[in-house]
């Protein structure tokens, strides 16, 4: 990914992030993406969509490609972005990169559904977000 359109979260890899194999356990790296996947809305603003908590996203789908090993320390960086902004959905991308040498961790995708957690169905993405996710710039743009 090589977008302005970028958000880029630092992630440092924490001891208690390695498995019994001396790695970083697969399932740190969705605990990335979610951390980069929160920094995101924040930058954005999404809690002011929420209409007092009555809607907002929910994770529908996720998944990664692993691509490298990652051992303690090291520090890495989730690179993501909005690759499609559909109606009630909007797929986000995910590059986990190692800092030191710009080689690619993993990489994946998640799909997003904006919802009414009363029903706990799909609604429509409010325009006022919509053009938030598409004005955004990322850090540095």
């Not at 090589?2 to 992030?17: A, K, Q, S």
């Not at 961790?105 to 799909?111: H, N, Q």
Request: include cysteine.
């Amino acid at each position: 990914m090589t977008d302005t359109t970028l958000h880029r979260e630092p992630i440092r890899v924490r001891w208690g992030d390695v498995d019994s194999m001396g790695h970083v356990n697969n399932a740190k790296y969705f605990t990335y993406c979610e951390s980069a996947r929160m920094s995101y809305f924040a930058a954005i603003g999404l809690d002011g969509f929420r209409d007092g908590g009555r809607f907002g996203p929910a994770l529908a789908a996720a998944n990664l490609d692993f691509k490298k090993q990652v051992h303690y320390p090291a520090e890495l960086e989730v690179r993501t972005r909005v690759a499609k902004l559909g109606r009630t959905s909007f797929t986000m991308e995910y590059e986990i990169v190692d800092v030191a040498t710009e080689e690619r961790a993993a990489a994946g995708s998640g799909v997003i559904v904006w919802i009414d957690y009363g029903s706990g169905r799909p609604v429509p993405i409010p325009d006022a977000l919509r053009q938030a996710m598409q004005a955004y710039a990322g850090p540095g743009a």
